[in-house]
């Protein structure tokens, strides 16, 4: 059974830092994808970027992210690492972490098969 795990979040004051966590089970990371996903109230799920297990080729979907959310990951724990800093209030959102078997990353949420249950980001002062 593959399950997808993230922890991590939190409530975090504007310019603070969070690190997310995926951990995966059920298949051993190789030639996947890891995808982030965030979902703010009202608002549509959006990708935001996604890790490729095999090489860590990271594609970015969200310029305002962009050198502020490294991401990084760990084969040999199962794990992929979302750090998030320079924290706005626009980044609170739910936070997803999604797989896809042998592929590169996408930025449609219908592309992924296996989901996390999400982790609470919340930035405010």
């Known amino acids: 059974q593959v399950q997808l795990v993230e922890s991590g979040g939190g409530l975090v004051q504007p310019g603070g830092s969070l690190r997310l966590s995926c951990v995966v089970s059920?298949?051993?990371?190789?030639?996947?994808?890891i995808g982030w996903f965030r979902q703010a109230p009202g608002k549509e799920r959006e990708g935001v970027l996604g890790?490729?297990?095999?090489?860590?080729?990271?594609?970015y979907y969200v310029d305002s992210v962009k050198g502020r959310f490294p991401i990084s990951r760990d084969n040999a724990k199962n794990a992929v690492y979302l750090q998030m800093n320079s924290l706005k209030p626009e980044d609170t959102a739910v936070y997803y972490c999604?797989?896809?078997?042998?592929?590169?990353?996408?930025?449609?949420?219908?592309?992924?098969?296996?989901w996390g249950q999400g982790t609470q980001v919340t930035v405010s002062s």
């Open positions: 999604a797989a896809r078997r042998w592929a590169n990353c996408q930025r449609t949420r219908n592309a992924y098969d296996y």
């Open positions: 059920g298949f051993t990371l190789d030639y996947d994808a």
């Open positions: 890790i490729r297990s095999s090489d860590a080729a990271t594609t």
